[in-house]
Nanobody, 120 residues
Framework: QVQLVESGGGLVQPGGSLRLSCAAS????????MGWYRQAPGKQRELVAGIISGGSPNYADSVKGRFTISRDNAKNTVYLQMNSLKPEDTAVYYC??????????????WGQGTQDTVSS
């Protein structure tokens, strides 16, 4: 009953910017936390940025100062603004959210993943 849909991925040049969106829909009671993970070829999946409801954002050291996570609570949407992109940022990016459904069921949900490629 709950889905996360990502958008905004694509190809950008080094030094460019990209903005990812992740919208949660369905029978949602509350969203306790939202974040972004990424997985590059040959590497493990890592947490890029996360934000707890009512809390401050948290970032991986590799993206701190370049990426910004934000939420639009009215739209149940989380964004990831990525600036000064580097080739090593190339990865599949996954949206993640801890959601309480209106049924009372609590679960961890994932977006479908979006490919971001930084290359000249």
């Amino acid at each position: 009953q709950v889905q996360l849909v990502e958008s905004g991925g694509g190809l950008v040049q080094p030094g460019g910017s990209l903005r990812l969106s992740c919208a949660a829909s369905g029978s949602i009671f509350s969203i306790n936390a939202m974040g972004w993970y990424r997985q590059a070829p040959g590497k493990q999946r890592e947490l890029v940025a996360g934000i707890i409801s009512g809390g401050s954002p948290n970032y991986a050291d590799s993206v701190k100062g370049r990426f910004t996570i934000s939420r639009d609570n009215a739209k149940n949407t989380v964004y990831l603004q990525m600036n000064s992109l580097k080739p090593e940022d190339t990865a599949v990016y996954y949206c993640n959210a801890l959601i309480v459904a209106r049924t009372g069921w609590v679960d961890d949900y994932w977006g479908q993943g979006t490919q971001d490629t930084v290359s000249s």
